[in-house]
């Protein structure tokens, strides 16, 4: 286990992308706070995992929609994290035509402002130390647009934005900020579709198949270390060249 590694704080990480990222820190010793909103029962298997490994973790329940939930769960926290990874997410498909307000207002608020406002709670702990990472979950849309994805591509591409110039702000205080913005991932979103139009998805990617969790985390793992420390205002996609 690494000695005095900061704790890291993953926002759904009862996900399948979540679990990924968790387990791939916990391989490496990195102490875990593990956020979940409503499926607490998906954590087990990783908690039992870190403890096995001997690192420390917590589960910790919140609203991300909901700013005071934000705030409780980190007065909850009794080390401030340094790492965060904002991966808490919903997708939406559907004409942009038939979009509504409510809609739209729950979309902005879950994939955007709690990675806006996550990020803020943890800023003060993060420059007192000199030193954090921030990585926030985006997606391949957010960087050309689906169609049908109209709602959600606007939410990560606000992400990428909001990445850039935090970091830049964020820069001279030893912190980074960066994006990984995925393609298409087995399990999760993917689920919605057949598994004819997987095959028809896969046919489309130059790699011939769908991203592995694992390999999205693997790319969250290095952005959240030391030796990453010149890396910052990034958006990589893991995306098996669908789009370059």
């Known amino acids: ?138 997606s391949i849309w957010g960087m050309t647009g689906g169609s049908c994805e109209v709602l959600y591509s606007l939410s990560k591409g606000a992400i990428n934005t909001f990445t850039k110039a935090l970091a830049k702000e964020l820069a001279p205080n030893g912190i980074t900020v960066n994006a990984v913005a995925p393609g298409a991932i087995e399990g999760g979103m993917m689920q919605k579709f057949s598994s004819e139009e997987l095959a028809m998805i896969a046919e489309e990617i130059p790699a011939n198949r769908l991203g592995r969790p694992e390999e999205v985390a693997a790319v969250v793992r290095f952005l959240l270390t030391r030796e990453a420390s010149y890396v910052t205002g990034q958006i990589i996609s893991p995306n098996g060249g669908w789009y370059t």
Not at 49 to 71: E, N, Y
Request: charged share 15%; proline share 5%; hydrophobic share 45%.
């Open 1 to 138: 286990m690494q000695q005095n590694a900061p704790w890291a704080l993953i926002t759904g990480a009862s996900g399948e992308i979540g679990q990924a990222i968790a387990s791939c820190l916990a391989e490496v010793g990195v102490p875990l706070y593990l956020h979940y909103h409503q499926a607490e029962s998906k954590l087990d298997s990783l908690l039992h995992k870190c403890h096995s490994l001997g690192v420390p973790s917590c589960k910790l329940q919140a609203d991300l929609r909901d700013p005071q939930q934000i705030a409780v769960m980190f007065e909850a926290m009794p080390i401030a994290p340094l790492l965060i990874v904002n991966n808490a997410s919903v997708d939406h498909v559907g004409l942009f035509s038939d979009v509504s307000v409510d809609m739209f207002d729950e979309m902005i608020n879950l994939n955007v402002r709690s990675s806006f406002l996550v990020s803020q709670a943890a800023l003060p702990a993060m420059l007192r130390e000199r030193y954090g990472r921030i990585v926030n979950i985006s």
